[in-house]
């Protein structure tokens, strides 16, 4: 009987140089195991295959030398130890992200939250060619957004509040971007300047900067054959409503107009950059 090898990739089973043998790629949502999850795995790859698991650069994690033979058992107590297999071709991978909020202390955003979000409405979707989102907390930008077809950055808009302000002027020694300046007894804040990192109300010992979470994108990076840097273009989001009907767009953009095994960043520049950001920038505006 012949074996669909593109439906066992569609699984996550990737061919290994070894005849009938399988690299089998795990669904690791924002880099995210429970030690649980961790156990099974390591069962599964004592039992099934020689003993060693790999740590993917997306954060995922691969059992190597999964036999053809073993495949559905295999499948069966992943999914009892609640631990899926994840997507390899043309689908939307896995969604990584750094720690965020919930555990950094840079971090603008709840990443891990965003992520499983994210997943559970993009994950395994078919399209033209593989789609990478990558979610990363802060300006330090550790998960490195800008290397995704799309790419979340977390940011805050800040107000500063006078009457908590004690004009010591450590937010203006905080800002990299020289945004902030004192005149008088007001703290000024240049918006062009502004990167939305959110330094100054992180290290304000009086509270005197209120931050809200918001969300920076970048489009059509890509890391591979191709090496290109996602693009920002438009404002700080400040809602998850408006941050998929984005991506929606984005997505939608990407299915209409791409050929076959072309990457996102190549259908936009062959359709043109023009096209694409005039339909982001509606779907901004809602």
């Given at each position: 009987m012949a074996v669909n090898y593109k439906a066992l990739k569609d699984e996550g089973f990737m061919r290994q140089v070894q005849q009938d043998n399988f690299s089998l790629r795990l669904k690791v949502v924002g880099g995210n195991l429970s030690s649980e999850q961790l156990l099974?795995?390591?069962?599964?790859?004592k039992k099934y295959g020689d003993g060693h698991v790999h740590l993917t650069s997306r954060q995922s994690v691969e059992i190597p030398f999964i036999k053809l033979e073993d495949?559905?058992?295999?499948?069966?107590?992943?999914?009892?130890g609640g631990v899926n297999t994840s997507v390899c071709g043309p689908h939307v991978r896995t969604v990584t992200a750094c720690q965020g909020s919930r555990v950094c202390p840079s971090g603008c955003i709840d990443t891990y939250a965003l992520a499983l979000e994210v997943s559970d409405r993009y994950f395994g979707r078919v399209l033209p060619h593989k789609f990478k989102i990558g979610i990363t907390g802060c300006r330090n930008n550790c998960l490195k957004a800008e290397e995704n077809d799309f790419g979340v950055k977390g940011g805050l808009t800040v107000e500063w509040i006078p009457n908590a302000c004690t004009l010591c002027g450590v937010c203006i020694k905080a800002c990299r971007e020289g945004a902030l300046t004192q005149s008088g007894s007001e703290i000024l804040r240049d918006v062009d300047k502004c990167s939305n990192c959110g330094r100054c109300a992180k290290v304000c010992p009086f509270h005197a900067w209120k931050g809200n979470p918001g969300y920076l994108l970048t489009f059509g990076g890509t890391f591979g054959n191709m090496i290109a840097k996602g693009e920002q273009?438009?404002?700080?989001?400040r809602d998850k409503e408006t941050l998929f009907r984005v991506a929606d767009t984005a997505l939608a953009f990407f299915e209409k107009?791409?050929?076959?095994?072309?990457?996102?960043?190549g259908a936009i520049n062959r359709v043109g950059w023009d096209s694409f950001k005039s339909e982001i920038e509606a779907a901004y505006k809602g």
């Open positions: 099974t795995i390591s069962e599964i790859s495949v559905e058992a295999v499948k069966k107590e992943l999914e009892a273009f438009i404002p700080i989001i107009h791409a050929r076959p095994g072309e990457r996102f960043r």
